[in-house]
């Protein structure tokens, strides 16, 4: 009985934070709320906050293993950040997936959850993107991930933190962030379609499918654009030209994919949460299901 | 020189071909089943290989007397060669970068393509490369191309060209903060667009030949006659005379030429341009290293396309080994065949000096030039990059000065 009600608290605080989350326009600094990118020196100011989690996804557990920053924990990209049942690879976890690693991380609905990588904020993104999946509230990247951290001269550590799990509820999926190939197929030739893999991918020289080549109309956008050599973003006054020159404007509506719909999360996450455009989805599925199925279009 | 000896010259090509070709067989079957744990693309590359040293070896292409014999000897024959070779290049590079990079403007180069910073390390190492090649008598393709005919001389060179490499590793991050890194990277399609960066690279292409020409009228060289082939009449002598044609004759630089443009036109679609200096580099510092005199980080020499210096790591047996195995291979097999091959010293001692000495300055050009006749020049100019003339036109001014070197060389 006792237990039900605390579920059921947790399960109005995820409400309103949801709710909360939608109608707020990011306000830097308001009480409670982070903002989406956070620098080295946010994170150093908010390490210790009791309800500010930060969550290691770079590339390799080994990576996390030579040193990390302080009281993170690791999450494996490849392992606990797909749904394994699925028939294409690499798809977002379930609800319950995702809410069975929450639970095992510690992480509560109410915590800031701060993503950082070592590749320049690729899985940070992808993370962020099934965080926001599940309609986490409090969520950001810090920018420039571990490379901008120690570059900085800041300390890193090989303690893992003690964890004990949480009660965690995912909550429904937001489908307004998502896209599936039969989405796609009936707008094809409206919106944008954003392809964040390398131009040899894009062009069906790079073959990572059984067919090569790109959605049609797809214009490429390779992820790397996105970020500058040390591994930040770039500028978003720099980030706005390059996505305008290309076609994408806050009017339309966009579809990011690549082949799994990691590379795709980072496009994403520069639409949605940096320039701050309305309608931007990951086509989750991407180029692994659709380079994989012979009844859909492509271009080469 | 090497004549053909008369008595290798009695067996039918088409038993040499048979015999060579099926060693070759063989060898490649063996380097696919070595190298596919490490590097899935070492098998094509060696291939790749094969086809440019037998290119090379059978049209005698050789970059450096391309340059050379302009001021050495007044004509152009390997000249004209090359820029035929770059015009098939051009053509077929646009088609595949343009399909990767629709929109030249978004701010993207074309992945693998040659285009490196302009400045002063450019012309630096474009002049240093062309008195280098003279003195020593082959660039590193012809070093490679050589050793497989059996030149003890090149393979001095080869080592030259290493430790020059060496030198430029140790001094890379001096030329990286004082020249390479601030170089305006001009791409002439982000510009103008590809058919106006196509257009400017034709004109240039056919200024050039009609400066060839222009120079060897004035320089009073007359284009020999073409032998007339001993005309067959049966099906046998047809075969015979096709075979010979392939495999024993040597062939005219313009065919050597164009079939490696076609050939780095492959390549390019397979994974990347032709280059050699990188993976030579990569020897190089992986020498140094087990010397105990590593250089250290290279700074930004991931970053720069084309050839520039590759440090340690990655799998010794990758696709930029076989390629350049490949290479001496193919040299080697084209030599058999046309009975060409044989174990050739220098008649003077002094050659030898000459090819460690050219190969130092080549090798120390190259790391300043991001690349060598091949990847700073004959995969630049197509990659539609700035820097493949300025390259070009400093590797002639060090040709020139090579020449008056060796003239001076009694």
């Known amino acids: 009985m006792h237990r039900l009600l605390i579920g059921n608290l947790v399960l109005f605080a995820v409400i309103v934070g949801a709710v909360a989350g939608t109608s707020a326009a990011a306000p830097a600094g308001a009480p409670g709320r982070v903002p989406s990118l956070v620098d080295p020196g946010w994170v150093a100011a908010n390490l210790a906050a009791p309800d500010v989690r930060l969550v290691d996804v770079s590339s390799t557990r080994d990576t996390y293993v030579a040193g990390h920053l302080q009281g993170a924990v690791y999450v494996d990209w490849q392992a606990d950040l797909v749904d394994p049942t699925h028939r294409v690879k690499g798809m977002a976890p379930t609800r319950e997936q995702f809410q069975a690693l929450m639970r095992r991380l510690g992480i509560r609905n109410t915590d800031a959850v701060i993503l950082y990588d070592d590749t320049s904020s690729l899985f940070a993104a992808r993370a962020f993107w099934i965080l926001k999946l599940y309609r986490h509230p409090r969520v950001a990247i810090l920018d420039g991930g571990s490379r901008r951290w120690q570059l900085e001269a800041r300390p890193l550590t090989t303690e893992t933190p003690a964890v004990s799990p949480s009660r965690y509820a995912a909550a429904p999926r937001d489908d307004s962030i998502v896209a599936t190939a039969e989405y796609l197929v009936a707008r094809l030739g409206e919106g944008v379609v954003c392809d964040a893999r390398s131009p040899q991918e894009y062009a069906g020289l790079d073959v990572r499918s059984a067919r090569g080549g790109r959605i049609p109309g797809a214009v490429n956008i390779d992820w790397r654009l996105n970020v500058t050599p040390d591994g930040s973003f770039k500028p978003v006054a720099e980030l706005r030209a390059l996505y305008a020159r290309a076609g994408h404007t806050r009017d339309r509506e966009i579809i990011v994919y690549c082949q799994t719909g990691v590379r795709a999360a980072h496009n994403w996450f520069v639409l949605k949460y940096l320039l701050g455009y309305p309608r931007v989805r990951n086509y989750d599925g991407s180029w692994e299901e659709w380079g994989n199925r012979t009844d859909l279009p492509l271009q080469r | ?410």
């Open chain 2, 1 to 410: 020189m090497s004549p053909v000896v008369g008595s290798t010259t009695i067996r039918h090509p088409l038993a040499r071909l048979l015999g060579v070709g099926g060693a070759v067989l063989v060898v490649s079957a063996v380097v696919a089943r070595l190298t596919a744990q490490a590097d899935a693309r070492a098998a094509t590359f060696w291939l790749f290989g094969l086809a440019f040293g037998f290119v090379l070896q059978r049209s005698r292409f050789c970059f450096a007397s391309a340059f050379r014999d302009l001021f050495l000897f007044g004509h152009g024959r390997t000249m004209r060669g090359i820029l035929g070779g770059l015009a098939v290049a051009t053509a077929g590079f646009a088609v595949l970068m343009q399909r990767m990079v629709p929109d030249p403007g978004l701010g993207v180069i074309a992945p693998e393509a040659h285009v490196a910073p302009l400045g002063a390390h450019l012309i630096l190492g474009g002049l240093l490369f062309g008195v280098g090649m003279v003195i020593a008598g082959g660039c590193v393709s012809g070093s490679l191309y050589r050793i497989g005919e059996g030149y003890v001389a090149s393979l001095v060179a080869l080592i030259g060209i290493m430790a020059g490499l060496a030198l430029g590793a140790h001094t890379w991050n001096f030329w990286w903060r004082a020249s390479i890194r601030g170089g305006l990277v001009l791409w002439l399609p982000r510009v103008g667009g590809y058919g106006m960066a196509l257009v400017v690279t034709f004109l240039l292409l056919v200024g050039a030949y009609l400066l060839v020409i222009w120079w060897e009228v004035r320089q009073g060289f007359r284009a020999p006659e073409p032998v007339p082939g001993r005309p067959g009449h049966t099906f046998g002598d047809r075969i015979h005379g096709a075979l010979r044609a392939v495999l024993v004759h040597g062939w005219p630089a313009s065919v050597g030429g164009v079939a490696l443009g076609v050939l780095n036109v492959f390549v390019y679609t397979a994974h990347m341009p032709w280059g050699v200096t990188g993976e030579v580099s990569r020897w190089a510092v992986g020498l140094l290293t087990l010397v105990g005199w590593d250089p250290g980080l290279l700074q930004g020499a991931g970053e720069v396309s084309g050839c520039a210096l590759v440090g340690r790591g990655g799998s010794l047996l990758s696709h930029t080994l076989t390629l350049n195995l490949g290479m001496v291979a193919g040299a080697f097999a084209g030599a058999q065949m046309a009975g060409e091959f044989r174990l050739r010293r220098p008649r003077e001692r002094r050659r030898y000096l000459q090819a460690l000495a050219g190969g130092v300055l080549m090798g120390y050009g190259a790391t300043l030039a991001m690349g060598c006749t091949l990847g700073a020049f004959f995969s630049a100019i197509p990659s539609l990059g700035a820097n493949g003339w300025v390259f070009a036109a400093a590797l002639a001014a060090g040709a020139w000065l090579g020449v008056q070197v060796l003239r001076r060389i009694p």
